[in-house]
């Protein structure tokens, strides 16, 4: 509590008496108020800059290099998307691999250069992406763990 002093006249003495101060507390519902609509705000721009980044990437599925258990898979091996979706391929265990498309066993309008993903990746998290706009089937495998079964199949519809 603060007090003040206000000077009064008592036969003819000034004399200060102490007296209370009330401020006004309009600070803390001012910035509870501020704090609840920056936080109003920051909720609907998050939500919105998620939104805007699923549909500018248009990711529809990730796909793991080598399975947390070890073995050399894609995994999932089997991916179905939407055409104009993109696919991510990221390292996980047992590199190097790669992501190589046989231009055989790709829709016809389709480019297995632009798709595959020839140089090797060689650490954990390493990522390489594509994008299928053609509609139809494409399997692809790992050049260096081909051998070991390591293929994987895209459905684009």
């Given at each position: 509590?603060?007090?003040?002093?206000?000077?009064?006249?008592?036969?003819?003495?000034?004399?200060?008496?102490?007296?209370?101060?009330?401020?006004?507390?309009?600070?803390?519902?001012?910035?509870?108020?501020?704090?609840?609509?920056?936080?109003?705000?920051?909720?609907?721009?998050?939500a919105?800059?998620?939104?805007?980044?699923?549909?500018?990437?248009?990711?529809?599925?990730?796909?793991?290099?080598?399975?947390?258990?070890?073995?050399?898979?894609?995994?999932?091996?089997?991916?179905?998307?939407?055409?104009?979706?993109?696919?991510?391929?990221?390292?996980?265990?047992?590199?190097?691999?790669?992501?190589?498309?046989?231009?055989?066993?790709?829709?016809?309008?389709?480019?297995?250069?632009?798709?595959?993903?020839?140089?090797y990746?060689?650490?954990?998290?390493?990522?390489?992406?594509?994008k299928?706009?053609?509609?139809?089937?494409?399997?692809?495998?790992?050049?260096?763990?081909?051998?070991?079964?390591?293929?994987?199949?895209?459905?684009?519809?």
């Amino acid at each position: 509590m603060a007090l003040s002093m206000r000077a009064s006249t008592v036969m003819g003495t000034k004399v200060a008496a102490p007296q209370k101060v009330v401020r006004a507390r309009t600070a803390a519902p001012v910035a509870a108020s501020l704090r609840q609509d920056v936080a109003r705000f920051a909720k609907a721009a998050g939500a919105g800059a998620v939104s805007l980044a699923l549909a500018l990437s248009a990711n529809a599925a990730t796909v793991k290099l080598g399975a947390d258990g070890g073995a050399l898979v894609f995994d999932p091996a089997n991916v179905t998307v939407k055409a104009g979706e993109t696919v991510d391929w990221v390292n996980n265990i047992g590199f190097p691999h790669n992501v190589v498309f046989d231009e055989d066993e790709i829709p016809e309008g389709a480019n297995a250069d632009a798709l595959s993903h020839e140089e090797y990746l060689n650490a954990p998290g390493q990522k390489v992406s594509s994008k299928f706009t053609t509609p139809g089937k494409y399997s692809y495998y790992c050049e260096p763990h081909q051998g070991a079964g390591m293929k994987g199949t895209i459905t684009v519809q």
